[in-house]
Nanobody
Framework: QVQLVDSGGGLVQPGGSLRLSCTASGFTFSTYVMSWYRQAQGKERELVAAITPITIAGVSTNYRDSVKGRFTISRDDAKNTVYLQMNSLKPEDTAVYYC????????????WGQGTQVTVSS
């Protein structure tokens, strides 16, 4: 069955770094857009970063404005894993981070990880 396992969260001081990982199974990982979302307490879930499948033309990424230059999303299709490298963390980055896999081939296929807590605090 489809499974996304998020890991790598924790408590970090402002200015610190964390790397989140999401390992997938049960579907053709390389053909899906992979994304990281986050949801802070009392707020709606928001898109943080996304990465397209790797094609002969390359790969595309996009980021929400507040994390540009600090976060980097990447994928390793051989390991069925997507990463989110987070640097220069701020208290406002505190949230539960969720991995998402999405593909539309006729019908929409949309899968979520269980989430991993990131807390940025001194």
């Amino acid at each position: 069955q489809v499974q996304l396992v998020d890991s790598g969260g924790g408590l970090v001081q402002p200015g610190g770094s964390l790397r989140l990982s999401c390992t997938a199974s049960g579907f053709t990982f390389s053909t899906y857009v992979m994304s990281w979302y986050r949801q802070a307490q009392g707020k709606e879930r928001e898109l943080v970063a996304a990465i397209t499948p790797i094609t002969i033309a390359g790969v595309s990424t996009n980021y929400r404005d507040s994390v540009k230059g600090r976060f980097t999303i990447s994928r390793d299709d051989a390991k069925n894993t997507v990463y989110l490298q987070m640097n220069s963390l701020k208290p406002e980055d505190t949230a539960v981070y969720y991995c998402n896999a999405r593909r539309r081939q006729g019908r929409l296929e949309d899968y979520w990880g269980q989430g991993t807590q990131v807390t940025v605090s001194s």
